[in-house]
Structure formats: structure tokens, C-alpha cells
């Protein structure tokens, strides 16, 4: 989008790229061996290398970047944390759920229940009840909760 934004439709491509301070050809700007693999904060630190920002008269071999802006927006936006975006499905979720209100924490009665359809072993259960722990903490601690309250109620 910060591109899209900086771009000027009367210039080329290559004029485009060289006022905001990008490469046209990023293999020809930036040799990398095939062993080293780079992050995109460190590829665009590099390719930003040797431009000067100003114009200059003299300078007829360095490239003139009139849009620093460009890059230092894309050099933020990839030092920006990842966000987490793993969910479970709905019917892993169910069939822990359902696991758990039936035998509690006994795994190799979960492994012979008739709702395993995939057979899993007991520590594969186990592993999938851990990992909805995991990636749903409260969740998890409100559903034990009203399971406790469901036998008091019985009893």
C-alpha cells in the first residue's frame, strides 16, 4: 500500500522504484548467497544503502531517492511484532470437551471411547487436550468449573 500510494503513473517502473529508494532488479542491487537468507528489514536496509536523499549535480552515478518515506514506512511496518492468529476447529474443540465431561483425565478410557474415530492413542489425546489448554487458557478453566458444578448439582 505504501507504494501503491508513492507511485506516479507518468514514470516508468524503474524510475518509480529508484525515487522511493527500492531496486528494480533486487538480484542485481543485492548479490545474496544461497546459504544466507535474509529478513525483510535487513533486504531493504540494504537495498537503501549508497542512495543519497537529496539531489545532487555531481553525484550523475548514485541514484536520487525523492520518497525515503516509502521505505522507512515498509522498514516499520516489518519490524512489527507478528500477531498470533492460530485458532483450533470446532470440532477439535468438541471432541475435547466432550473427552473430558465423560472420562475426566483418564486417557486410556478416551482412547477406547466410541467418539475416537481416529483412533487416537492416549497420548495423542492427551497432546490435543494440552494444546486446547494452551491456546485456550480461560476457556478451559470456565469449562472444568462448570463441569464441578454440574455434580454438585447431581449430588
Given amino acids: 500500500s505504501h507504494i501503491r500510494h508513492a507511485w506516479d503513473p507518468s514514470k516508468s517502473v524503474a524510475q518509480n522504484l529508484a525515487e522511493m529508494g527500492l531496486a528494480e532488479d533486487p538480484n542485481k542491487a543485492v548479490p545474496i548467497p544461497k546459504k544466507l537468507l535474509l529478513c525483510l528489514c535487513c533486504l531493504l536496509s540494504h537495498l537503501t544503502q549508497g542512495m543519497e536523499v537529496e539531489s545532487d549535480a555531481r553525484g550523475k552515478g548514485k541514484k ?29 474443540i468438541d471432541y475435547v470437551q466432550y473427552m473430558i465431561r465423560n472420562h475426566g483425565e483418564n486417557y486410556k478410557e478416551m482412547a477406547r471411547d466410541e467418539k475416537n474415530y481416529y483412533q487416537d492413542t492416549p497420548k495423542q489425546i492427551k497432546r490435543k487436550i494440552n494444546v486446547y489448554k494452551n491456546f485456550y487458557p480461560e476457556e478451559y478453566k470456565d469449562f472444568v468449573a462448570s463441569l464441578k458444578q454440574e455434580k454438585m448439582d447431581v449430588q
Fill in 64 to 92: 536520487i531517492v525523492r520518497k525515503p518515506y516509502v521505505v522507512n514506512e515498509m522498514e516499520y511496518e516489518a519490524s512489527l511484532p507478528e500477531k498470533k492468529s492460530n485458532t483450533l476447529s470446532r470440532d477439535l
